[in-house]
């Protein structure tokens, strides 16, 4: 990557990606997204990597997007272009295999807010900042806001936060079921890590499946996706992996069983 707009370290198998543009809080322009698409393309495509945690430089996790890319957007067309760079971004983040942990300090704003649902985890700190901005600025939200927000905390929420544009605290995001969990601002880095240990102990050929099968529940009805977990369930109990974990789990108790005895 030509620029260090995104940050990328890779410690162990979790690999942090920091957007780096603290001087406008992280707002997101052209580089941005183009670095962003480019570091999880390699990372899709690294096995050694488990999980993946997105944040933000400073003291901000985003304040949507950049002002001046607005501005220069230029007539439809060009707008359309770059609404589709974030179409692809937001499909890359879903699509991709390792589990996604969204860490977020001060604002998630906009385009900001609906990043950190792309992800599978959102953990905030108390007081951080999520708001739907779009409407206050006319416009309708982008980056998938209109797909997770109804999905997340069910159309009346979905109406309270896109229609009205207020801003919420990372506490009531959690208390609506916006994110996942918020904690204060001294634990929120310890909580991520703690998440991220944890799905970093799970199979990547598991968790990417269960993304896969959740995003698409939503278009099917009960019978698919029982064919569905049938079809994707009948593969995964002849994996290597599924048998070690089976072996052990009969093996305890089997020793259990002795041990009672």
Known sequence: MGDDT????????????TLNRPQVMNAVNLELIDSLQGALEQIGRNNAIRVV??????????????????????????????????????LQLRELPQPIVSRVRGVA?????????????VLAAHQARFCEVFVNINTVPDGGGIYFLPRLVGMARARELAMLGDEISGRRAADIGLIFRSVPDEELD???NQLAERLA???TAAISLIKEGLDASGDMILS??????????AVMLQTREHKSKLE???????ERKTGAN
């Open 190 to 192: 310890q909580a991520v």
């Open 109 to 121: 704003y906009g385009f900001g807010a609906n990043l950190a649902l792309a992800s599978d985890f």
């Open 201 to 203: 102990e799970k199979e």
């Open 53 to 90: 945690v997105l944040t933000g430089s400073g003291n901000n996790f985003c304040s949507g997007a950049d002002l001046n890319l607005l501005w220069e957007a230029g007539d439809a067309p060009d707008s359309l272009n770059l609404l589709r760079q974030i179409k692809k971004l937001i």
């Open 6 to 17: 995104i940050l990328v370290d890779t410690s162990d198998n979790v690999c942090t990606l």
């Open 224 to 233: 698919q996706v029982l064919e569905w977990e049938g079809a994707h369930q």
């Open 248 to 254: 052990q789990l009969l093996k305890m108790k089997a």
